[in-house]
T-cell receptor, first 116, second 109 residues
Framework: DAGVIQSPRHEVTEMGQEVTLRCKPI?????LFWYRQTMMRGLELLIY????????DSGMPEDRFSAKMPNASFSTLKIQPSEPRDSAVYFC??????????????FGPGTRLTVL | GQNIDQPTEMTATEGAIVQINCTYQ??????LFWYQQHAGEAPTFLSY??LDGLEEKGRFSSFLSRSKGYSYLLLKELQMKDSASYLC??????????WGAGTKLIIKP
């Protein structure tokens, strides 16, 4: 398996622009997670899906952020409008299950977002 | 609230042993993970503990004490490639991972 795939790897945009980050989880994994990582705040869970359904979006910072999972092999995280404080590395991760603690989360390579 | 504490940074010498500590406070507990993250890369799974005791996996070992809310990651025979951040994460009662800020480990020759 190719692992979790994310695109783009790097994104530089100007404040106010719409940004869309994409993720393809590992085939057969039922759970998909979106994280944001910064030096100041570390790794933060934004939202996670189970079988394409959003389960917990309490980590989404504000209404400017939205995430969708139209099918089992694709998810997007959208920021509209973007702001400089959104600059971070955004990771997508997937796991086979959630309730089996031995089932780890596999992370994608991340998207490094810079908002000017 | 839920909280994970680990040192911000540690320095060790190549060939030596280092122990990275982690204390956690969570609503319920379903195990503790350690992840390794090299600079500019994604976190990768190292270990999982749910029962008290030591789990050994090659040069890396992880220990858990549920009664003390404490875990450590032990790295032996340190190599330069072990320079990375080490993230401690606890699985709470809702099976959500609560992440620590990470410990940056610097290995010196």
């Amino acid at each position: 398996d190719a692992g979790v795939i994310q695109s783009p790897r790097h994104e530089v945009t100007e404040m106010g622009q719409e940004v869309t980050l994409r993720c393809k989880p590992i085939s057969g994994h039922d759970y998909l997670f979106w994280y944001r990582q910064t030096m100041m705040r570390g790794l933060e869970l934004l939202i996670y899906f189970n079988n394409n359904v959003p389960i917990d979006d309490s980590g989404m910072p504000e209404d400017r952020f939205s995430a969708k999972m139209p099918n089992a092999s694709f998810s997007t995280l959208k920021i509209q409008p973007s702001e400089p404080r959104d600059s971070a590395v955004y990771f997508c991760a997937s796991s086979l299950t959630l309730r089996e603690g031995t089932d780890t989360q596999y992370f994608g390579p991340g998207t490094r977002l810079t908002v000017l | 609230g839920q909280n994970i504490d680990q040192p911000t940074e540690m320095t060790a010498t190549e060939g030596a042993i280092v122990q990275i500590n982690c204390t956690y406070q969570t609503s319920g507990f379903n195990g503790l993970f350690w992840y390794q993250q090299h600079a500019g890369e994604a976190p990768t799974f190292l270990s999982y503990n749910v029962l008290d005791g030591l789990e050994e996996k090659g040069r890396f070992s992880s220990f858990l004490s549920r009664s003390k809310g404490y875990s450590y990651l032990l790295l032996k025979e340190l190599q330069m490639k072990d320079s990375a951040s080490y993230l401690c994460a606890a699985l709470d009662s809702n099976y959500q991972l609560i992440w620590g800020a990470g410990t940056k480990l610097i290995i010196k020759p």
